[in-house]
Each structure stands twice: as C-alpha cells, then as structure tokens.
C-alpha cells in the first residue's frame, strides 16, 4: 500500500469514525430497540417479528424495505433452523444491507466530460453541496466549472462564490431573479472553452410549484442537449436526512419531475432519522451517491452501505478487526 493509499485508508476511517458518532441518535432509536427484543424473547414467534418491524418502521426505514427485511429474516431463520432470537442479529444486518443494494452505482461522471444538475428545496444544504463536491472533485485533480443557476434564492448566488473560493474552482452567475437557463448557457460555454472536466449546477427547487419547476428544468436540459450533447449527464437531489419521511416525500415529488440518478443525503450527523437512507434506496432504487456528517469538504463522502449499516450498528472494531 502506497503513501497516498495510506492517507485516503485514514481519511475512510477518519469518516467511518464521525458517521458512527453521527448515528448515535439512530443507533438508540434502533438499534437499543431491536437488541431489547432479542434479549426479551425467548423463542422466535409472530411477536418477535411484529416487535423488530415496528421499531425499523418508527425508525424511518420504510413499511415497504421493513417488509422486505422481514420477509427475508423470516426465510433466513427458517432455511437455517435458528430458534434463539438472539442468534438473529447477523441476519437481521445482513438483511437491511441488502435492501440498500441497487446495483451498479458508478461515479461515471468522475471519470467522463459531464454536466452534474444539483437540485433540492431550499435548507437542505443544496448550495454547500455543490461548494463540497466541487472542492473533492478539484482535489482529484479535475477542472470543474460551477454554475449558479439557484436565482430566485436571495443570497444562493453569493454563497456558492465563497465555496468556489474555497474550492479553488470558478463559478458562472448572474444577477438575483435572472433567468436560471441563461446562466447554465453561459456555464456551458465556458466549461467547453475551458475544457472543464465537470460543470457542477446548483439550480432552484420549489417543489411548492412543480410546474415551474419542471418548466425551468426542462428550459435547461433542453440548453444543455443542445449545447453540449457529448456530456455525461448526472441530476442528484439533496435531501436533509433529519426530516425523515419528508425527505423520502420529496425524494418521490422531484423523481416526478426530473430523471435523478442519485441522492446526497446531508445532515446526518445528530439525526434520530438516519434510517431514511434505507427506505428511499429501497422504495424508489435511486441510489444514494454521497452522505454528510458534517460541515467541512471532508464530511461530503461518497456513500458505501455496507459502512453505513455497519456504522448503525456500531460495528466499527469488528470492521476494523477483519482489516488488521
């Protein structure tokens, strides 16, 4: 293992370690839950079932993933002749993993010339997402373009230029209330005189007003078709994980209107409702691409649901052990 394998192995742990912290609220919303049901029964019945289901339901999981999760328990304990409920638990871990699974969930447009289109309601961090995924995109050594097509945002515009500061990329923008499109015009143009590799737009989310919304998106997509047919394109919506099933609400109001390919999932950190990020990979197979736990670029990461159910479960010396 390389010096900078080393330092990026660090830097896992490092957010491995803060997303542990920061689902301690979950952790007890569910986690104390369920192993108070392993340790209060003593054989494995329709009780024991109704138990878990209700507390992964209380915690955000979703009815839909939460009876996926018990089906698949029930066929697990059956096909391996388990009576202790405690002797559950791993299968029950293993359980929730899978229903995180959707396949496939490649960064193409790391890796491709791409267009990515931030969207997402005003307070879910939309803006500072943006700023972060430019400053890791720019740390790898890509040139990124940021357009600041949020306008109707009093303040968005000037916010984004501080993290494009900060992130050491440039930004295109235009006046308070201008036309979102005309901004994403101008990006274009200067991401392909620049040969940028990533033009980043933070656009508007009024989902109070889902035909604007949609007619701006559309106004847009159709510039960017025209205007650079050759990018990759990626559309990710922020969600706050803190609000929980409003979170998966909207998830499903922006699938209505735009083709999201992924979700940043912020303000996990302090949240009782970390369990959302289950529940919206499972009921709507859109992938959850990035988590954050915090406020520096370093709390943006790329999201890895076998760390995620692991940190849930505070398994973090036992993922430790099998890396030693």
Known sequence: MDQEEKKEEKKKKGFFGRLVEGLTKTRNNIVKGIDNVFSGFSHIDDDFYEEIEEILVMGDLGVHATQQIIENLKQQVKEQHIKEPADCKELLIESIKRQ????????????????????????????????????????????????????????????????AKRAGVEM?????????????????????????????????????????????????????????????RET??????????????????????????????????????????????????????YIGVGETIDDLQKFDSNDFVNALFDRASERDEEEC
């Open 100 to 163: 995180m699974d959707v396949g496939e969930t490649a960064y193409r447009f790391e890796n491709e010339q791409s267009v990515v289109m931030v969207i997402g309601v005003n307070g879910v961090g939309k803006t500072t997402s943006v700023g972060k995924l430019a400053g890791k995109l720019n740390a790898q050594g890509k040139k990124v373009v940021l357009a600041a097509a949020d306008t109707f945002r009093a303040a968005a515009g000037s916010q984004l230029e501080e993290w």
């Open 172 to 232: 295109i923008g235009g006046q308070e209330g201008a036309d979102p499109a005309a901004v994403v015009y101008d990006a274009v143009a200067a991401a392909k005189a620049r040969r940028a590799d990533v033009l980043l737009c933070d656009t508007a989310g009024r989902l109070h007003n889902k035909k604007n919304l949609m007619e701006e998106l559309r106004k847009i997509n159709r510039i960017i078709d025209r205007e650079y047919p050759e990018a990759f």
């Open 236 to 289: 990710l919506v922020v969600l706050d994980g803190t609000t929980g099933q409003n979170a998966l609400a909207q998830a499903k109001q922006f699938a209505e209107v735009a083709d999201i390919t992924g979700i940043i999932l912020t303000k996990m950190d302090g949240t009782a409702k970390g369990g959302i990020a289950v529940a919206i990979q499972s009921e709507l197979g859109i992938p959850v691409k």
